[in-house]
Nanobody
Framework: QVQLVESGGGLVQPGESLRLSCAAS????????MTWYRQAPGKQRELVAS???????NYADSVKGRFTISRDNAKNTVFLQMNSLKPEDTAVYYC?????????WGQGTQVTVSS
C-alpha cells in the first residue's frame, strides 16, 4: 500500500516549463510502476507517461519530446519534467502507482498553461 502526494503544479505561459513531483510513502516504492495521468474539464483521463521499476519509460504521442518522466527511488519520488508547455496541456495531473493488482492514486495537482 502506498500514499501519493503530487506537487509542482501552477500557472505558466505557453512555452515555459514546469516540473511535477509525486512523493510516495507507505510501501516499497521501487517495486511499483509509476504513471502520470491528466484530466481536463469535460475530457476523459489520459495517460501521459509511465516508468517501470526497471526504468523503462512510455509516453503519450502528444507529449513525446517535451515531457520526461523519471524517478528517484532513494527519495521515493517520481517526477514529470514538462517543457514547451501548450494550452492543451492544461489539466489536473494525477500520479498513479501500480504493482500486480494494486492501484493507488494521488489527489492531483493543477497545471494551467495560459497567456
Amino acid at each position: 500500500q502506498v500514499q501519493l502526494v503530487e506537487s509542482g503544479g501552477g500557472l505558466v505561459q505557453p512555452g515555459e516549463s514546469l516540473r511535477l513531483s509525486c512523493a510516495a510513502s507507505g510501501s516499497i516504492f521501487s517495486a511499483y510502476t509509476m504513471t502520470w495521468y491528466r484530466q481536463a474539464p469535460g475530457k476523459q483521463r489520459e495517460l501521459v507517461a509511465s516508468i517501470t521499476s526497471g526504468g523503462s519509460t512510455n509516453y503519450a504521442d502528444s507529449v513525446k519530446g517535451r515531457f520526461t518522466i523519471s524517478r528517484d527511488n532513494a527519495k521515493n519520488t517520481v517526477f514529470l519534467q514538462m517543457n514547451s508547455l501548450k494550452p492543451e496541456d492544461t489539466a489536473v495531473y494525477y500520479c498513479n502507482a501500480v504493482k500486480l493488482l494494486y492501484y493507488y492514486w494521488g489527489q492531483g495537482t493543477q497545471v494551467t498553461v495560459s497567456s
